[in-house]
């Protein structure tokens, strides 16, 4: 799960040496902690917040597949 994460928000950003994610697992549920650079924050989290909600949902269909539930927090 962090490593699709990662991959993804890498490929978007200026800066992917910035971009740190962590993960808490705590029995089914997932909470991962994004961290990019602050002039990336805007491209991570696009208009009106649909490329935070993409990533949002594909990291929940990768999490159903495993029968999990995550949620991504991005943080500056």
Do not use: C, F, W
């Amino acid at each position: 799960m962090v490593t699709l994460v990662e991959y993804l928000v890498k490929s978007l950003v200026d800066h992917p040496e910035d971009v740190r994610v962590n993960a808490v697992e705590e029995g089914k549920n997932i909470a991962i902690e994004l961290r990019v650079a602050p002039e990336d924050m805007g491209k991570v989290i696009g208009k009106q917040g649909r490329i935070a909600k993409a990533i949002r949902t594909v990291a929940k269909a990768a999490a159903t597949k495993e029968n999990k539930r995550v949620t991504i927090e991005i943080v500056q």
